[in-house]
T-cell receptor, first 118, second 112 residues
Framework: SAVISQKPSRDICQRGTSLTIQCQVD?????MFWYRQQPGQSLTLIAT?????????ESGFVIDKFPISRPNLTFSTLTVSNMSPEDSSIYLC???????????????FGPGTRLTVL | AQTVTQSQPEMSVQEAETVTLSCTYD???????LFWYKQPPSRQMILVIR??????QNATENRFSVNFQKAAKSFSLKISDSQLGDAAMYFC?????????FGKGTRLSVIA
């Protein structure tokens, strides 16, 4: 398994501002993912972060709102832009150390960032 | 599209007893993986157990086991000898030609 850290662990932000969340992994991984977990809800995939290329966004999520960087195989950032109270959620970074093949496999998760937007 | 359904929003079990959490899924893929994740109040997602679809044998991990019924697209989790530390949200998840897709979760309470 991989050890994943996220910064910050929590934050309270004002409407209209932006927050960048960092995800650091202790080993090189091929696939990194960002999920959103709204209060009391399940996890929803925001995007897949690929090293050296643009992130792949899921339906309902756009790059202008959630820009992602993946500068190397151990690090990624997710920015939540122009925040509104509806963005209040837990944001989780996830990695899949198992590379290769055309199928996705198990994923390991960071501790999450709890964001509250006032 | 791949979907995962957990029909039990909440379950409870007496300490030392056995409980089964239900999960059904839908996918058009022939190769896929199924998982159960646990999320305690700390919000850390913890992988509990993993099942490869091509394996007929049900996966087991200590007190945790699954009943995988591929034809019925059913994947239930059995927790034996329940402990207070098992109290958490449990998510069933599916990975195939897409990253993990999660069910809505089942909140498990353990009664001392």
């Amino acid at each position: 398994s991989a050890v994943i850290s996220q910064k910050p662990s929590r934050d309270i932000c004002q409407r209209g501002t932006s927050l960048t969340i960092q995800c650091q992994v202790d080993s090189q991984v091929t696939m990194m993912f960002w999920y959103r977990q709204q209060p009391g809800q399940s996890l929803t995939l925001i995007a897949t972060a690929n090293q050296g290329s643009e992130a792949t966004y899921e339906s309902g999520f756009v790059i202008d709102k959630f820009p992602i960087s993946r500068p190397n195989l151990t690090f990624s950032t997710l920015t939540v832009s122009n925040m509104s109270p509806e963005d209040s959620s837990i944001y989780l970074c996830s990695v899949s150390p198992l590379a290769g093949g055309s199928y996705y496999n198990e994923q390991f998760f960071g501790p999450g960032t709890r964001l509250t937007v006032l | 599209a791949q979907t995962v359904t957990q029909s039990q929003p909440e379950m409870s079990v007496q300490e030392a007893e056995t409980v089964t959490l239900s999960c059904t899924y839908d996918t058009s893929e022939s190769d896929y993986y199924l998982f159960w994740y646990k999320q305690p109040p700390s919000r850390q997602m913890i992988l509990v157990i993993r099942q490869e679809a091509y394996k007929q044998q049900n996966a087991t991990e200590n007190r945790f086991s699954v009943n995988f019924q591929k034809a019925a697209k059913s994947f239930s989790l059995k927790i034996s000898d329940s402990q207070l530390g098992d109290a958490a949200m449990y998510f069933c998840a599916l990975a195939g030609n897409t990253p993990l897709v999660f069910g809505k979760g089942t909140r498990l309470s353990v009664i001392a």
